[in-house]
């Protein structure tokens, strides 16, 4: 009995989710979040970043070509937040990207991003000289 009662509960999660992520609606609101939250700013300051690895005459198709990948990308992290986050939970997001701190949040994601991703470089090479102690 136990086992038919799971069968059907996981079937009807399946289901659920399945028609979450089937429902065009929803899925533009997740990318709209996305998008309000600051999380693209953070790919193009990762492009700029690889962008410098690039010889300058080559950087504009490189740039053609990163972009194109983006929504790829963009579609993967909407399943994320569709398996993760209900559409009540959305509106929520949407409704506090679209506040004043929820702006202010937004617009500092990649600066933000830039200068933890430093901080955590410097972690990351007071580590490896305390993890060179004890290797020895």
Request: no cysteine.
């Amino acid at each position: 009995m136990k086992k038919v009662l799971f069968t059907i509960a996981f079937i009807a999660s399946v289901q659920f989710a399945s028609a979450q992520t089937n429902d065009a609606a929803f899925r533009k609101d997740v990318l709209k979040v996305i998008q309000v939250s600051g999380a693209t700013s953070q790919f193009d300051a990762a492009k700029k970043q690889v962008m410098a690895m690039v010889p300058a005459e080559k950087q504009a198709a490189f740039a053609i070509e990163f972009d194109a990948t983006l929504p790829a990308l963009y579609d993967k992290i909407v399943d994320i937040y569709i398996q993760t986050y209900t559409k009540e939970d959305l509106k929520a997001m949407l409704a506090f990207y679209d506040s004043p701190v929820g702006k202010k949040m937004a617009a500092n994601a990649a600066p933000i991003m830039e200068k933890s991703m430093a901080a955590g470089k410097e972690w990351g090479q007071g580590l490896q000289t305390i993890l060179m102690k004890y290797m020895n």
